[in-house]
């Protein structure tokens, strides 16, 4: 533990990280690392840093142009995209987004997932069993944004994987392959929208339910420009995938370890509220978020020049014995449930209420139809640090026994 490096991470920290964040919390919780940056792994320190943006910058341009190259796509992406934006273009950007995420009424959208998740389990539930990730917590939210962005449902095909390759780049350490991927998958995504958009400009759809109409015609005078466009629609389509597969991949992957909670829920679906919220805290879609002190400052005591990039360990702060009771106890009863899941303060999770909708759901109808499912064969964990989740997750579905 003593020699922890996050940019040389061991096999076994890609399996479980607790035992690692544990040891750091206690014993070293503003962790420089070799390269100079800090690794923040106490709930304080973590949400302090979030819900300072004066002092914590998060604008990656001076950190991603060594990393991907400045004339890179993924450079041009990732620096355009608001996640890694300060204000005031933040705040522009941001209320842009929102504004054009929350068009379709919230039981439109609610009806239209529910009719998504169910056609899934239709397809799944004569053969027994599916993989829950490829055919169901990966799939749903290919469809749900494909159909808020009404993209044509056979071009959605190559969705997930752009954004599995542009995210992976963000890893600690992405190698030459990783980052190759991820550069082609920006380039035809940008492609890819860039005819998108060009139709609908021509052929606009209704702006109270087609969020891309929403976002190509903004509101009142302001609009975003074209690379703003471009750019944020592919973080939308990329966080849309990510946060919400893991969510639903992890919160089935506990269930099985938990009979009793499995119960529960299926039994009082309205129990999958706080549910979520504790699947989210104990294991988090993103483990990791990243800042840049602006100007000299403290954090626990501990003196932080300007320019020190610094990883806030969301992983560790939502296990901090001293903001959770029993941290390492999956509780779904769990209220209030102050966790960082979705991250803290003006960079707070853009799709957090649409994340939260697509997993309820999801969970929900999945319970309703196969509440005695079981694992098929050993689940593959994703092999990525920052975004936590499995590769596949093979489950063998059981009915109610008198269906």
């Known amino acids: 533990m003593k020699d922890f490096d996050l940019r040389k991470l061991p096999e076994e920290f890609y399996q479980d990280p607790y035992p690692t964040y544990r040891w750091l919390r206690e014993n070293d919780p503003v962790r420089r690392m070799p390269d100079g940056s800090l690794l923040l792994t106490r709930y304080a320190d973590v949400s302090a840093v979030y819900r300072d943006a004066k002092h914590f910058s998060s604008d990656k341009r001076r950190e991603f142009a ?65 993989d829950a990730i490829a055919d169901f917590a990966a799939a749903l939210p290919v469809q749900v944004i494909g159909d808020l962005f009404a993209i044509p449902a056979a071009r959605r095909g190559p969705l997930r994987q752009w954004s599995l390759d542009i995210l992976t780049a963000l890893e600690p350490t992405p190698d030459a392959a990783q980052l190759a991927a991820g550069n082609q998958a920006v380039t035809g995504f940008l492609a890819f929208l860039a005819d998108l958009i060009d139709a609908r400009r021509r052929n606009p759809g209704d702006p109270y339910t087609d969020t891309l109409t929403r976002l190509i015609q903004g509101e009142g005078y302001d609009r975003l420009s074209e690379t703003e466009l471009l750019h944020n629609c592919i ?13 639903i991949g992890n919160a089935l992957e ?12 299926a039994a009082d679906p309205e129990q999958m509220r706080p549910a979520l919220e504790e699947f989210a805290r104990i294991e988090s879609s993103n483990q990791f978020g990243n800042r840049i002190a602006t100007r000299d400052t403290r954090i626990a005591g501990t003196a932080i020049p300007a320019g020190t990039p610094i990883t806030l360990c969301i992983g560790a702060a939502n296990r901090d014995p001293a903001a959770f009771a029993d941290p390492d106890r ?55 640090a920052r975004f936590r989740g499995f590769r596949s997750l093979p489950l063998a579905l059981a009915t109610h026994s008198h269906s």
């Open 235 to 247: 973080f939308i389509l990329d966080a849309a995938h990510e946060t919400t597969t893991n969510m």
């Open 330 to 384: 999956l509780d779904i009863t769990r209220w209030p449930n102050k966790h960082l899941a979705f991250g803290i303060g003006v960079h707070m999770c853009a799709g957090i209420t649409l994340a939260r909708q697509e997993a309820r759901i999801a969970l929900s109808r999945f319970l309703a139809r196969f509440p005695n499912y079981t694992l098929a064969a050993p689940p593959v964990r994703g092999g990525r």
């Open 254 to 265: 506990a269930m099985l370890r938990l009979p009793e909670a499995r119960a529960l829920l």
């Open 66 to 130: 060594p990393k991907f190259g400045p004339e890179s796509p993924l450079y041009q992406h990732h620096t355009a995209s608001m996640v890694f934006t300060d204000a005031p273009a933040h705040t522009r950007v941001r209320r842009l987004v929102l504004g054009a995420l929350a068009a379709p009424p919230s039981e439109t959208v609610e009806a239209a997932i529910t009719a998504r998740v169910d056609a899934l389990l239709d397809a799944a539930a004569p053969h027994g069993q599916l």
